[in-house]
């Protein structure tokens, strides 16, 4: 049982424009989410989280929007670069648990 | 500042050869730590989590086990490989209140 799913595999964009990737879930007692990106061959990078109290949080070019009666979030990142290429997952955890569930990720190619 | 490694970086092994993958943090006392995996064109499944010394929870019934023999090492082994068990093996900890979860560099196993 996929709970949290990315249902795009891949997104083309190109520089200097909005990427937005999305993610869904199912589980109702999810209450922190993270969004990562990860090159080739390295560990998963921390990008940005927000709290299910909030419904926006905001890092430079990245926006992480959260929509809890839908169950949706997504990630915005304006303006995008090519360096921003890489695969991004979407995380959820559920206070007063340890796990943290990703989603199978979606590859981000930005155009130059 | 907190840092995690995880060695080796890069692992081939005939099936049903053993297997030992240690990753240590440092510069946090009490972390939580995690075994993921991403297999070819999958997300991070979580195979296994330590909140402490001796304590494992397992996520995923397979080949695999996990031990934490010390507050900041933990250490994922099998006795026999199989074919299944290639992929992408990533350590990762986390420490109260449990917000953003932090990765190693992954170790990329290739069973033959």
Known sequence: DQQVKQN??????????????????????????????????????????????KDKNEDGRFTVFLNKSAKHLSLHIVPSQ?????????????????KYIFGTGTRLKVLA | SQTIHQWPATLVQPVGSPLSLECTVEGTSNPNLYWYRQAAGRGLQLLFYSVGIGQISSEVPQNLSASRPQDRQFILSSKKLLLSDSGFYLCAWSEPPNTEAFFGQGTRLTVV
Request: hydrophobic share 35%; net charge negative; proline share 6%.
């Open chain 1, 8 to 53: 795009s595999p891949s997104l083309s964009v190109q520089e200097g424009r909005i990427s937005i990737l999305n993610c869904d879930y199912t589980n109702s007692m999810f209450d922190y989410f993270l969004w990562y990106k990860k090159y080739p061959a390295e560990g998963p990078t921390f990008l940005i989280s927000i709290s299910s109290i």
């Open chain 1, 82 to 98: 090519p360096g921003d290429s890489a695969v991004y997952f979407c995380a959820a955890k559920a206070s007063g648990t340890y």
